[in-house]
């Protein structure tokens, strides 16, 4: 139930992030500043009347009541920041939200994520390079993140949804609610192959002021960020910008340099983001790539033994029964990386097939 009274907290128009801090660490728990009086809550130090008087007034349990109905119904999850489901990245950022809306199933933490963003107005240019990218990164079990938007956003989702990938779409809006109205589709099927994550309550409107606070989630939930396409002005820089000043790495696909939409991407390179020509680039970054000469010798194993690492996880591949890259680290308490490298290389050489949504099976 204390998911419930943070999810409360959170909903308490005008109380702010940092004022929520004060008061959990004056009565650790949210369901104990549910229950305080007013006579308590003017004891905490930063918290104005004006706040006090807000808090008494949420204290409707018919209305909370109502908000939980709404989250079973629709199959929405919420986790606060002390839920285990919390990605432990997004914990890392500042100002980070209390908690977040998800529709869908929110991916294991120890996946690797990359978050790929970029102009709403993209080039056939650009909206080719990142379907390509995010198509290669799900071949490889890593997990796009983006924003659902038009343009880059929407090739991003695609792209590995087509590849048989995970993905998160990070909403300024509610996760119950489209937009842009012509993704519904698309929509649906990032809920059904990943997720739809929101820090904004069911059935809010999207709106201006939300989509920066929605880009400071799209860029914690990933180790990298790739800005494929952008603008001068972008929005999306401020993507890139609240990526470096959270330490994370920012790649970028290098533009031509006489289009106005390649402005904003050619000016990070000038301030020192590396480039990004291929998935490769991305994947060398996470450490589970390969090179060429590793593909040719592998693939020439098809007649030979495999070695006792290469063998351990073929053996978790039985028949015809798809297995997930995730159960197998399970089962050999192993790390998803070492998994991802080794699945890979023996679906080059032929010995497994990907299944979308499904996992590995052996073939032939």
């Known amino acids: 139930m204390e998911e419930y009274y943070l999810m409360w907290l959170s909903r308490i128009e005008g109380i702010g992030i940092k004022r929520i801090h004060l008061l959990l660490d004056c009565f650790h728990s949210a369901q104990a500043v549910w229950n305080a009086p007013r006579a308590q809550l003017a004891g905490v130090k930063g918290i104005p009347e004006k706040t006090i008087d807000a808090i008494l007034r949420a204290k409707d349990e018919e209305k909370l009541n109502c908000w939980i ?23 890392e950022i500042y ?19 990359v978050s790929l963003v970029g102009a709403r107005r993209c080039s056939r240019y650009g909206a080719g390079v990142t379907y390509q990218i995010a198509k290669d990164l ?15 956003d929407t090739m991003a ?17 509610g996760v119950d609610i489209c937009y842009p109205a012509e993704n519904k589709d698309l929509m649906e099927r990032i809920a059904k192959n990943g997720c739809l994550i929101s820090e904004y309550p069911p059935g809010t409107e999207p709106a201006p002021h939300h989509f920066p606070n929605r880009n400071r989630i799209i860029s914690g939930l990933s180790k990298i960020v ?23 790495e920012v790649f970028v696909v290098p533009g031509n340099i006489t289009s106005a939409l390649s402005e904003g991407t050619n000016n990070l390179i000038k301030q ?16 589970i790539t390969y090179n060429e000469y590793e593909k040719q010798l592998f693939s020439k194993k098809a007649a030979a033994n495999l070695t006792p690492e290469e063998k351990e996880i073929f053996d978790q591949i039985i028949d015809k029964e798809p297995v997930l890259a995730e159960t197998i680290c399970r089962k050999l308490h192993k790390n998803i990386q070492e998994v991802q490298y080794i699945l890979s290389l023996l679906e080059i050489a032929g010995f497994i097939r990907k299944i979308a949504q499904a996992g590995y099976i052996r073939e032939g």
């Open 272 to 287: 020192g983001c590396p480039i990004v020509t291929e998935s490769n680039d991305i994947l060398f970054e996470l450490g």
């Open 226 to 248: 790739v800005v494929a396409e952008a603008g001068k002005k972008s929005g999306t820089l401020i993507t890139a910008d609240i990526a470096l000043e959270s330490g994370r």
């Open 69 to 91: 109905e709404e989250l079973e119904e629709k199959e929405i999850q919420f986790y606060s920041f002390k839920h285990p489901k919390y990605p432990n990245l997004l914990k």
């Open 95 to 113: 100002n980070p939200p209390v908690g977040i809306y998800v529709k869908g199933t929110l991916p294991e933490d120890d996946i690797d994520k």
């Open 157 to 173: 989702h695609k792209g590995i949804l087509d590849s048989g990938g995970q993905t998160i779409a990070v909403l300024g809006c």
């Open 138 to 152: 799900g071949k490889a079990n890593i997990i796009v993140v983006s924003g659902m938007a038009k343009g880059i």
